[in-house]
């Protein structure tokens, strides 16, 4: 306990989504907070962290074998906890499909849920006819969800997540955290004692130096880019879109599950100001530069991500708008036709095997790596800054410390996808302005 009260901790990404629940953590455990550092280029909730976004969907999921516990566990504090209550959506989530083939995934998804044992065959339910279906979909006409079956979850909905993220900003800063942003808070290099496998703090890239006992790389995305992570993340771009509607029509949609399908992608209940945003599914986009991160002997083939806070006039590639408009037409007929009012791209990395890379780098002493987020870790912000905290404290179960080590190898690109991701030099219509 005492050890807590002095140990210093940088948190580099600290205003995105993995780095603030660090914080957060930090601060519950009795970290002294004037001791911990949030740099991050962007003010928190910064804006070009993946967790800057209206929403974001919750769910139970089992991709990783880390999945139950930690959505469980998210779960109860998106519930309960009065920090993060206010910021799900508990409307609940509707997993479907009209495919012979994903319908089968679906129902085996359905069982395995049921199969772990944890009561969810209490939350958990097969829609199998138009009309269950439409029992908890009124959006939906019949003609509508003709042959579509899915699981429908009450344990799911959606998550406010930029104020959330908002939330923690607001605590950390009341309770004396400190914070850096802009090329004061934008990271440079990792500092290290004389042993040169000390890491003791951070050069940023207007020459300030921070120093302290740890470091933890949290930059999300943009992790693989400041450090030589040897291709275990490669970053990713998925895509979204804004449709305005009305305060009639929006009363309409009002308290209506998050709608997932596969083949289409997925749709959100309006949030307060009417807007509804959509997404498309497809394995992501990269965009692969010849980049040296810190640690790399040369400069080497890897994708470096391009926020739209730093390029507002980027929005997404045609072949996007195509797939939105397509699942926009399955899923919001009426709208078909109607104007986004945003395009924007949001970036993730991940990892060969979809688990997380929460650990120590191999070479560099307190110099902690927690990023890999493979694209479903927004749903984990109440709860994983405690098992961050806790690899930092050496007290990190078992299991989650072999799940999430350091891994080189296996084909990040690909991933757990159905496809490996195509690159944005291949994607033309999302760079509106040469300059830039
Ligand atoms: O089930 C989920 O929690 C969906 S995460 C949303 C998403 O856009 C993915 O659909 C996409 O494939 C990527 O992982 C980014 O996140």
Redesign the pocket.
Known sequence: ASARKTTKVIIVGGGGTLGSSTALHLIRRGYTPSNITILDTYPIPSSQS?GHDLN????I?LRTKADLQLSLEALDMWKHDPLFKPFFHNVGMF?CSSEAENITELREYYQALIDVNAGLDKTNFWLDSEDEILSKLSCFTKEQVKGWKGLFTLDGGWLAASKAINAIGLFAKSQGVQFEFGEAGTFKRPLFADDEVTCHGVETINGSKYFADKVIMAAGAWTPTLIDLEGQCVS?A?V?AHIQLTPEEAAAYKNIPVV?DGSY??FFEPNEDGIIKV?D????FTRFKTHQPYGAGEPKCISVPRSHASHPTDTYPDASEVSIRKAVARFLPGLKDRPFVNRAM?W?T?TADSNLLICEHPKWKNLILATGD???S??MLPNIGKHIVELMEGTLQQDLLNYWKWRPGGDALKST?AAPAEDLADMPGWKHDARL
């Open positions: 993946a974001k969907i919750m769910s999921r997993d990713k998925w979204l997932y992608g997925f997404c599914e497809f394995p992501g949001c993730c991940d493979s694209g479903h927004f749903k996808r």
